[in-house]
């Protein structure tokens, strides 16, 4: 799940970014608002955490500016204790959640979790392919009665190819919601984690669910015989 926490704080930015990504979402940072909108126009996030209090453009203008484009981005706005009014303001203006100043990490992540539990034909809870179940909301997997015990950066490739499954998604679009944006495209690490996975989830049974299509990318799916 690809991140993208907008805030001006970077101390703050730097222990809620290392703490995301210890759970496995991709991470990327903007500090001001304008540079948001193009952070946003520029790849596909799954969550926004925006603040109110912005340089450049306040957090209130970009909600408006993006839902009035028509980015339905799920955005989690963070305000200050007192700031009411900026709530409301928020809220009207499209923001999904709004979360106080300072909070505990624990709730943050219930909040994220709550924000792609409310698109359910797109983020469903448990997800199923073949006899492979991925389980968002305890972060496990286990294919047949076998638990399969994987890093949390492994959990995010297979959960993002399981909500694709059945579709070919390219290197780019898991780099997008796997990685961050500073992610090297000539690198191989897709490549390793991808041997890593069919490790654990192929290799110990009959049937392969990770495929790869060459010049193209990969798909999770149960196998057909018409597959090369």
């Not at 792609?116 to 997997?141: W, Y």
């Not at 009665?145 to 909500?163: G, Q």
């Not at 890593?196 to 799916?221: A, S």
Request: charge should be neutral; aromatic fraction near 6%; include cysteine.
């Amino acid at each position: 799940m690809g991140i993208l926490i907008v805030d001006d704080e970077a101390n703050f930015t730097r222990i809620i970014g290392k703490g995301l990504r210890e759970r496995g979402y991709a991470v990327d940072v903007a500090s001001d608002g304008e540079e948001a909108l193009r952070m946003v126009s520029a790849r596909d996030y799954d969550v926004l955490i925006l603040d109110v209090m912005l340089p450049r453009k306040d957090g209130l203008t970009v909600c408006r500016e993006l839902r009035a484009s028509g980015n339905s981005v799920p955005i989690l706005m963070l305000t200050a204790r007192d700031a009411v009014e900026n709530r409301i303001a928020g809220l009207n203006g499209g923001a999904d959640d709004y979360l106080v100043k300072p909070f505990d990490f624990r709730e943050l992540l219930a909040r994220i979790r709550a924000l792609l539990r409310r698109q359910p034909a797109i983020h469903p809870e448990v997800i199923h392919v073949a006899d492979l179940t991925v389980d968002v909301g305890s972060r496990s997997v286990s294919r047949g009665s076998s638990l399969i015990e994987l890093t949390a950066k492994e959990f995010s490739l297979v959960e993002y190819l399981a909500r694709h499954a059945g579709q070919v998604v390219s290197r780019h679009e898991i780099a997008e919601h796997v990685w961050n944006e500073s992610f090297d495209q000539f690198s191989n690490l897709i490549e390793v984690y991808m041997r890593r996975l069919r490790r654990k989830i192929d290799d110990p049974h009959g049937e392969k669910l990770l495929q790869t299509r060459r010049g193209q990318g990969y798909v999770l799916m149960a196998p057909r015989s018409t597959d090369v």
